[in-house]
C-alpha cells in the first residue's frame, strides 16, 4: 500500500468536491487516524490510508474507486472501516470547506480514545499516536486517560488488552514527558 503525504491527502479531497460538483451533490467526510495525525497535525510525514466516515456512501464510493484508478491507489485508499468504533459521544470540528465536499477532523480526546481502543501491536502507529494525543491533552494520569476512553467509546471496548496498553502507553509517554523536563529543567 503505498503512502499518502499531505499534498496526496489534499490532491484527492480536491478531487472528490470536483467529482461532486460534477453531479451537483455535497458529501461530508470525518477523518480520523492517520489522517488526523497527518494532515491537520503534521505529527507523521504520510498515512497508509483515509480512515473516514462519508456521506453520501454510495457516490463517494465510487468516486473513491475512480481516484484510486486515475492515481494507482489501492481500492481501500479512504475507507470507512473505522465506523462501528465511533460513537455518538465523539466530538469533530470543521477542517475543511470546499465548495462540494466538507471536511471534518475528530478532535483530540475523541482520537486518543480511539487509538487506545484500538490498542494494534506494532508496526501499527496506536503507541506513538496515543502518545502524541497524551502529550497534546496533558494526561497526567493511566486513570485520566481511561476516563477519556469511557467517555468516548462503548463500556464493551474497555477490555483488559486495552487497559494494559492504555497502562503501556502512558509509561512510554511518561519516559518522554519525564526526559522533557529533566532537559528543560537542566537548562534553566
Not at 102 to 123: H, Q
Amino acid at each position: 500500500m503505498a503512502l499518502m503525504n499531505k499534498e496526496d491527502m489534499m490532491t484527492y479531497l480536491n478531487e472528490m468536491n470536483n467529482r461532486l460538483a460534477d453531479v451537483n451533490l455535497n458529501g461530508e467526510i470525518i477523518m480520523t487516524g492517520g489522517a488526523v495525525v497527518t494532515l491537520v497535525h503534521g505529527e507523521r510525514d504520510a498515512t497508509m490510508d483515509f480512515d473516514v466516515v462519508f456521506t453520501p456512501k454510495e457516490e463517494i464510493r465510487d468516486i473513491i474507486k475512480d481516484i484510486a484508478n486515475k492515481y494507482d491507489l489501492d481500492n481501500d485508499w479512504m475507507n470507512n472501516g473505522v465506523e462501528p468504533c465511533l460513537t455518538p459521544a465523539m466530538k469533530f470540528n470543521k477542517f475543511l470547506e470546499l465548495s462540494n465536499l466538507t471536511v471534518y477532523n475528530m478532535d483530540d480526546e475523541s482520537m486518543l480514545a480511539l487509538k487506545l481502543v484500538s490498542a494494534r501491536p506494532l508496526p501499527s502507529h496506536d503507541m506513538n499516536d496515543s502518545i502524541f494525543f497524551m502529550k497534546k491533552l496533558n494526561i497526567r494520569s493511566v486513570e485520566q486517560a481511561l476516563d477519556i476512553i469511557e467517555k468516548y467509546t462503548d463500556p464493551i471496548r474497555l477490555t483488559p488488552a486495552v487497559r494494559y496498553f492504555t497502562i503501556d502507553v502512558f509509561e512510554n509517554y511518561s519516559k518522554y514527558d519525564n526526559s522533557m523536563h529533566n532537559k528543560n529543567h537542566n537548562h534553566n
